[in-house]
Each structure stands twice: as structure tokens, then as C-alpha cells.
């Protein structure tokens, strides 16, 4: 017979790379202080990563060993399991279209859940609760373009607008303006530009 340790450990290998797994979803396999005891062990002799409290995940093995599940696969499979938006940080949109040249520092993530922090191996990794507006578009570049002149503010608005246009293209641009009902009135204001294209 499995132990409860065994059994969630073939749970967890059957998820694809990224799935975190909490307690409270591994109670077909046994009583909660037995599901509780049994991450413990894990997590101790490194067969599963703590990436939160609460919050677990599987290391994934290569032929060189093993390596923490990539910060995108982790982010991607807490929105579907919580429901919460979350998209690139203002600062990271800013680096994907060629604005800026810095690389963040941090990984940071923008969500319309609570923020908090996650350990990925060695990789921290933080989401920041931001307003909703701020998460529209989340994957797409008109999305990020939006998100990079939120992060720039008013006063840099215009200028990385001009930037961004010849980037966009037609069908983006569109996208883009469409966002601009939810954006504050400063933002929405330099968005009306793009009516003219």
C-alpha cells in the first residue's frame, strides 16, 4: 500500500511542469495532518519545493539534475488555479518592447490578487497587487505597451507613446486604444492620439 507521501509525489509527477499543489487539493489522498506531515517529508528531502507557504511544486529533472519549474510555468498555473489576472510588471513590458534597456533586478509580476512573494529555487519572485485596469491585455503587446506608459507615468506618457507606434502595428495600435475606456483620464487622454492613425 502507498504512503500518503508516495501517493501525493505520483499526484504531483503527473501535473505538468509549473503545477503548484496546496493541501487542501491533495485530500483524496489522506486526512489533512497526514497530507500535512507528508509535504514536510517531502519538501525535507527535496522531492518537492516549497514555493510559498501552503504552496508546493515539483522540482523538474534534466539530465543535469534538478531544477526549479520556470518562474512563467509557476505564474501561468496560479492565475488558472486562483482566477487572478496577472501579467508583466510595468518595468518588465518596458524591457520586452525595447524601451529600456535595464534588466529588472527582481521578477516581478503585477496581480489582481494579494501580493505576496514565491522561492523558486533560488529565484524570488514577486507579485504586486495592482488595480485592475493595469491588468488589461495581459499577454499581448498592446497590453504591455499599455502597461510600460502606466509605469512611465504622465509626465513620460506622451514620449513613450511616440516610441511604441512604430512597434505596433495597425491591428495592435487598435487594441491598444481600445484600452483606454478603463485608463485614467491622463492616460486615456494620450491613447486618443492613436485616433488620428
Known sequence: MN????????????L??????????????????AVDQALSRLVRRGELM????????LPVKTRFGERAPTVESVVKNIAMSTGEM????????????GLSTQNPTRQIYWTSGPSRRLQLGAQNVELQH????????PHSRAGH??????YYGKSEARHVLQRLKSQLNDEEQRELFALRA????????????LAAI
Open 3 to 14: 504512503t500518503t507521501a508516495e501517493s501525493i509525489k505520483a499526484f504531483s509527477a503527473s
Open 145 to 150: 505597451a499599455f502597461r510600460a506608459m502606466a
Open 86 to 97: 496577472i501579467s508583466a510588471s510595468g518595468a518588465s513590458a518596458a524591457n520586452m518592447l
Open 182 to 193: 478603463g485608463a485614467p483620464t491622463w492616460l486615456a487622454q494620450e491613447l486618443s492620439v
Open 50 to 57: 516549497r514555493v510559498k507557504r501552503g504552496l508546493f511544486a
Open 130 to 137: 495592482v488595480p485592475n485596469w493595469q491588468l488589461r491585455a
Open 16 to 33: 505538468p511542469e509549473g503545477a503548484t499543489v496546496s493541501a487542501k487539493e491533495l485530500l483524496h489522498l489522506g486526512e489533512r495532518a
